[in-house]
């Protein structure tokens, strides 16, 4: 058997230099530029970057916020409903993985916040999504989050997400978070 030669990293030039665009010798042009131009489709640029508004700490949370709306909290149990704003979708018109992702972590948090006491500090261990199939753009989902196990230490969440117009099951996530006591200091 062979032993695998490793090869030399490309080296780097700048195309111009007015550009902040780095480009390596072995991409040729029309790669780049095809590059670009998805990225300039799908709004990155460097021209149309974020407002002064958005650099705050929960600029984030505050768009996913505003697209979650409660609709039954029980112990253990929590249904939201999820209107997928263009914010939050991508450039295949459905809602954006990472959009999914912190709204799994948000919802989970809440509905294991059901059942830990709150002389316990949570944090999430574990998460898993599996991306069945997309929830388009305007779209209201129907987020199902339900605790499967609750301990001493452990707090397992599972929760389904339904297009709610056709009741079609779109994304699954569960969630570990390890219940920790706070330190009294």
Do not use: W
């Amino acid at each position: 058997m062979e032993k695998p030669t490793a090869t030399p990293r490309p080296k780097a030039e700048a195309t111009s230099s007015n550009s902040s665009k780095t480009v390596a010798n072995n991409v040729s042009a029309k790669r780049a530029s095809t590059v670009t131009g998805f990225f300039q489709n799908v709004g990155v640029s460097h021209i149309n970057s974020l407002p002064d508004y958005c650099n705050n700490k929960h600029f984030y949370s505050n768009i996913i916020r505003h697209a979650l709306k409660p609709d039954q909290v029980l112990r253990g149990r929590l249904t939201c409903i999820l209107t997928v704003t263009p914010a939050l979708g991508n450039f295949y018109g459905s809602l954006h993985g990472g959009s999914l992702a912190a709204i799994c972590e948000m919802v989970s948090i809440a509905c294991a916040r059901t059942v830990v006491a709150e002389d316990k500090d949570i944090f999430l261990g574990d998460m898993s999504i599996s991306y069945l199939s997309g929830a388009p753009i305007n779209a209201d989902v129907l987020i199902d989050c339900s605790v499967v196990r609750g301990g001493r230490n452990l707090t397992v969440v599972a929760m389904e997400f339904k297009v709610k117009k056709t009741g079609q099951l779109a994304y699954t996530a569960r969630a570990i978070f390890y219940n920790m006591p706070i330190a009294k200091i």
